[in-house]
């Protein structure tokens, strides 16, 4: 018995599960069923410690080993992703997956950190705190890898508009994606809403975030080093977000169910927003050797990661972590979730310097224990040991399920439900109508309502935000070297084709980089599926990281890292497929980058990219006949490649005024949204398009083919700019031009801006106001 | 020209703060909150963010900080101890002003209960004080605006006062953005050297990374802003 054991009451230690009580008492009833765990998980811990595990021991293998934390009904597919990223796809990547976050080299010295998480689960039981801490949770991650955050983006999906439960979650996860970013000082800079009814009951909630860096300050989370010391510092310990990992984010949730809100963590924004200032402090000071923040899983995941990432031994004193609830039991600190915590190894030379730089931003320190070369990883409590693990069984080597898929039955029947059965408009005033009500469905207005909650301006690097296609924002501000984002996913072509899905999901924000004149450099992705239980749901999981793992390489661009969210379904009706792709590229000059909507008249109007009538998971066939059958749009990974270098060069060159990819309502909505902009019309001929690519007016206006955009043109620069596409040979063909106070089709209707204003900018007020 | 920022603890536009001071000419120099000395500097900038977190009440506890006493000591009406120290007070900055009693009113939640970030038109209306002499009086200009709690209040009589005495600084065309009172978007003190403005000027200082709607008298490129700091610099030297 050591001398802080004494602190303990006799009936406190006789209470407390030790190590060595758990050697002696093998027949104990463990609540490993009630923490997530299954039998057979739970048998292998007890033979990887041959003997129970103690009830501290349990709870760090029950959160690591969840789905959440350890993917193992993912790992054997999110394989791809790294093999078949071929030494060429390596050239920029400086921190590939498996740290917090990937690290891109974008020239002069400067990196660029980036990475989508998801906080579905959360969100749902609690719509600001889920969402607020999901912004948290992945600044965080950017934070320790040494970047200063810089952005963030959040893809939300809503259920139907008009249904009760979207009004209860979505005004309070805007509310939170914006008090938890807008009080960092992190500017949003874009993403996407989506309203569809399969996420009725399981909103998605992805947020991006972005981090910046020279390349001499990246940090890793490793623990290396006999005798450095493991420092917890931040905020208080508390009993919230107690296996939010587990119960949260690895189960379904069930009609009538135990509501979960104690599992859900609460956010301090002014405490992270602090701790990200006294993080930039320490590394600027080089006093940190190993970083890692506490998200998932807590205290069990730094201890756990830091440990087996380094030289593989760690010993803490739990009892030291300052709480916030002072009756805490062990268990439940090595598992809570509290928000705006970091680990740090630092050596114990640089303590002084490190205790300095915290206790002038007024964080909290503690120094827990310190680094050794055992290969255990040892918690004491009050000198009793209540852990003795190896650190890898707890952090890498958790179970892999080889999950059963099957392609789903019923996909047959859907695919072959086509559109081409469906009504069309047949004269000029139909398709006049069309463009107006087009302009106003839920999935196509505009996004103020809810992005004007939203920060864009804060740290003055904002060079483009949404509803622009992408995000551009400034780096350097010497030489204007910057990064263009966007992030894309149709549900609906996934849910036709998850392969094909998730490819033109990686299309569309590679063509929405490209637009804005980035080259396309890395990716990060989001994958929302169903319960991996289901081999249906397996079989659309394992078919979208296919598609995405084939498109990245041939479009030359890895995948640096991500997340992975299952278990989004209600009952057994799983969510669409949503891989959320977010691409990432690089400007040498953000001054040169081409926005999405015209400021003035006169400059001429492009398509570039074939239309072919593909209507299957279209807007026009979803808003306006409910319908979802069919096969998706073909994807043309060569032809998107072609149409990014033609825009990138033509952004560089200050050949173009305005680009505007069309995906969802085609080339219609890309003309209302570009001439709503900044107030000037167009006026174009469908005509020699639709003889080009043999397809009618209302196909020309509203089909969804990939590879496409619009470009504004200067009227000097059109020769120069239609060889460039020929010379890449992406089909180019003359609209018409920008001016006016209207958008006319000529020779078929003519539509002024203010109606159109109306129609677009009414329809989340109207049903969001209510 | 040496112009200060104080940096507190949740303090967002602070480098923002400098850079526009950088931009406009004059030297910026970082502040920090737990420090008394404001290190000689000729003006000073409160910028935006969230002081504190902001929990208790805007600027509440802001005003108590160490930085805060001196700048209110120099600030307060020209005596013999106090020589009019000129002070802008962004957003929060603003807030804290109003709680440090430089500024008479409050700034409370935005009418319709949310936070709002758009670009906003104003009217400058006073152009005699230390940051606003580069304006035309009744220019039209569009700076960013992001709050959650910019809605100025006062009483009646407070309210006629700042009308009777001329020290409305700005205020909101087209939109009432957050149910201020008579459209109020910014005060000043009785000699124009401290000034609340609840948009963000330094949001509008560089071509390229401001608004992008136009007004009347805007610079066409999104710099509206840059003035306030210009007009420091003039101000400061003529005084």
């Not at chain 1, 979650?169 to 874009?190: F, K, R």
């Not at chain 1, 299952?566 to 590229?585: C, D, E, F, K, R």
């Not at chain 2, 009744?138 to 605006?145: A, F, G, K, R």
Request: aromatic letters at 6%; a negative charge; charged letters at 20%.
């Amino acid at each position: 018995m050591t001398s802080d054991s004494m602190n303990l009451t006799p009936e406190q230690r006789a209470a407390l599960d030790t190590v060595e009580k758990a050697a002696t008492t093998p027949d104990v009833e463990q609540p490993w069923a009630a923490l997530g765990m299954k039998a057979d998980e739970y048998e292998a811990v007890r033979k990887i410690l041959e003997r129970r595990p103690t009830g501290s021991e349990l709870a760090m293998y029950s959160v690591m080993w969840s789905e959440h934390c350890s993917y193992k009904s993912s790992k054997v597919h999110l394989r791809q992703f790294g093999e078949k990223t071929t030494e060429a796809m390596k050239e920029h990547l400086l921190v590939g997956i498996g740290e917090n976050a990937g690290v891109v080299d974008i020239g002069q010295g400067w990196a660029v950190t980036f990475k989508v998480e998801s906080h579905n689960h959360p969100s749902y039981v609690e719509p600001y705190q889920g969402a607020a801490t999901g912004v948290g949770g992945i600044v965080r991650d950017i934070i320790s890898m040494g970047a200063r955050p810089v952005a963030v983006m959040d893809p939300l999906r809503f259920g139907a508009l008009d249904h009760p439960d979207t009004h209860r979650v979505l005004p309070g996860i805007v509310a939170g994606v914006g008090g938890y970013g807008n009080c960092l000082g992190l500017p949003n800079i874009g993403g996407e809403v989506s309203f569809d009814p399969c996420y009725q009951g399981n909103p998605l909630v992805n947020a991006l975030a972005v981090g910046t860096l020279r390349h001499e300050d990246i940090h890793l989370a490793n623990a290396r080093g006999n005798g450095n010391l493991v420092v917890l510092f931040g905020a208080r310990t508390g009993g919230d977000g107690i296996g939010g990992a587990s119960i949260l984010a690895s189960d379904t949730f069930t009609e009538g169910g135990p509501t979960k809100r104690p599992a859900v963590q609460v956010g301090d924004p002014f405490a992270e927003k602090v701790l990200i200032e006294c993080c930039l402090d320490l590394f600027k000071a080089d006093v940190v050797q190993g970083i890692q923040d506490l998200g998932a899983a807590g205290l069990s995941c730094a201890f756990s990661e830091l440990a087996s990432n380094g030289d593989g031994g760690m010993l803490v004193h739990l009892d030291r972590a300052p709480l916030r609830d002072s009756t805490l039991a062990p268990e439940e600190i090595l598992m809570s979730e509290s928000q705006e915590r970091m680990m740090a190894v630092v050596t114990p030379e640089d303590l002084p310097g490190f205790l300095e730089i915290t206790n002038r931003w007024d964080v909290e320190a503690t120094v827990m224990g310190e680094v050794t070369d055992t290969g255990r990883l040892v918690v004491l409590w009050h000198g009793e040991t209540i852990v003795d693990v190896p650190p890898r069984s707890v952090a890498h080597d958790g179970p892999v399920y080889e999950r059963p898929y099957s392609r789903p039955e019923w996909l047959d029947a859907r695919q072959a439900d086509t559109p081409d059965r469906l009504p069309k408009p047949q004269t000029d005033d139909e398709l006049k109508s069309l463009v107006v009500t087009m302009a106003g469905t839920p999935n196509l207005a505009s996004r103020a309502w809810i992005t004007n909650q939203y920060d864009k301006y804060v740290q003055g690097n904002t060079a483009q935000a949404m509803p622009d296609d992408a995000g551009v924002l400034r780096v350097d501000e010497e030489s204007g070297l910057g990064v263009a984002i966007a992030t894309d996913c149709n549900q609906r072509f996934a849910a036709l084709d998850p392969y094909t899905g998730a490819q033109l999901a990686l299309a569309e924000a590679y063509r929405n980089v490209g637009v804005a004149g980035g080259k396309p450099l890395a990716v990060t992705d989001c994958l929302n599926f169903g319960s991996p239980e289901d081999p249906a749901v397996m079989w659309q999981f394992a078919e979208a990281v296919r598609g995405l793992a084939d498109g990245c390489q041939t479009l030359g661009i890895p995948v640096t890292g991500g997340n992975v969210s299952l278990y989004n379904q209600t009952g057994s009706t799983a969510i669409h497929p949503t891989p959320v792709v977010g691409v990432l590229g690089v400007l040498d000059d953000v001054a040169r980058r081409t926005p999405s909507g015209w400021k003035s008249a006169g400059a001429q109007l492009f398509l570039l990219g074939t239309t072919r009538a593909e209507f299957a998971g279209s807007e026009w066939a979803w808003s306006q006949h409910e319908h979802l059958g069919g096969l998706p749009p073909q994807v043309d990974l060569a032809a998107e490649q072609a149409l990014a270098t033609v825009m990138v060069q033509a952004s560089s060159d200050e050949l173009v005024v305005a680009a505007h990819d069309l995906s969802d309502g085609g080339l219609a909505q890309a003309l209302v949204e570009s001439s709503l902009r900044h107030g000037v019309g167009a006026t174009v001929s469908l005509e020699a398009a639709c003889e080009r690519d043999g397809v009618d007016a209302f196909t020309l206006l509203f089909a969804e083919s990939a590879a496409r955009a619009v470009v504004a043109v200067k009227p000097e620069a059109a020769q120069q700019f239609t060889e460039a596409c020929q010379a890449q040979g992406v089909p180019v063909v003359a609209l018409g031009s920008t001016g006016g106070e209207t958008v006319a089709v000529e020779g078929r209707f003519e539509l002024t801006l203010d109606e159109l204003r109306v129609a677009h900018e009414r329809t989340l007020p109207e049903a969001l106001n209510a | 020209m040496r112009i200060g920022v104080v940096t507190f603890p949740g303090s967002l536009d602070d480098r923002d703060a400098l850079r526009a001071v950088r931009i406009a000419g004059g030297t910026p120099v970082s502040l920090w909150h737990g420090d008394e000395d404001i290190k000689g500097v000729d003006a000073v900038v409160l910028p935006g963010g969230f002081s504190y977190g902001d929990y208790l009440r805007c600027g509440a506890i802001a005003r108590f900080a160490p930085v805060m006493s001196e700048i209110i000591r120099l600030a307060g009406p020209p005596t013999q101890t106090s020589p009019g120290l000129p002070v802008l007070g962004i957003c929060n900055g603003f807030q804290v002003l109003c709680e440090s009693h430089l500024l008479p009113g409050a700034l409370i939640r935005n009418e319709q209960q949310q936070f709002i970030c758009r670009d906003q038109k104003l009217r400058i209306e006073r152009t005699d004080t230390v940051w606003t002499n580069r304006y035309g009086k009744d220019d039209e200009i569009v700076v960013p605006l992001k709050n959650g709690e910019g809605g100025f209040a006062a009483d009646q009589a407070t309210l006629d006062m700042l009308e009777g005495e001329g020290r409305v600084v700005a205020r909101y065309l087209d939109v009432n953005p957050n149910g201020s009172f008579r459209d109020i978007a910014g005060i000043s003190n009785a000699t124009g050297t401290v000034v609340g403005l609840m948009p963000h000027p330094e949001h509008a200082t560089e071509a390229g990374y401001g608004p992008e709607a136009q007004a009347a008298n805007s610079t066409g490129d999104g710099t509206d802003g840059l003035a306030f700091f210009t007009s420091a610099l003039q101000g400061v030297l003529s005084a």
